[in-house]
């Protein structure tokens, strides 16, 4: 299983960015795709995941700015970010749970800085 995660870059805060994370591979039909982040010098941390039947959980941080989708035909979830500020810089990486797995992707980064 690879994943390939695209979207990253540099916002203004206020402004929006979209992620996208392709998985390939071996890939079941059961199984949670989701986004973590890790700042310099903070752990790894949740940002939203989503299930392949469509239930999502969200941080705390992100709930009302931030929204996770998927495509299963496209094995593809997506993360759309709006009202970005710089406490969301970090890299953004992709993660596929399934068959008690757990898969990363190379990560991307976004940067909200004036």
């Known amino acids: 299983v690879q994943l390939q995660a695209s979207g990253g870059g540099l916002v203004q805060p206020g402004g929006s960015l979209r992620l996208s994370c392709v998985a390939s591979g071996s890939i079941s039909s059961i199984n949670v795709m989701g986004w973590y982040r890790q700042a310099p010098g903070k752990q790894r941390e949740l940002v939203a995941r989503?299930?392949?039947?469509?239930?999502?959980n969200y941080a705390d941080s992100v709930k009302g700015r931030f929204t996770i989708g998927r495509d299963n035909a496209k094995n593809t979830v997506y993360l759309q970010m709006n009202s970005l500020s710089p406490e969301d810089t970090a890299v953004y990486y992709c993660?596929?749970?399934?068959?008690?797995?757990?898969?990363w992707g190379q990560g991307t980064q976004v940067t909200v800085s004036s």
């Open positions: 989503i299930r392949s039947v469509g239930s999502t």
């Open positions: 993660n596929l749970d399934q068959l008690s797995r757990s898969y």
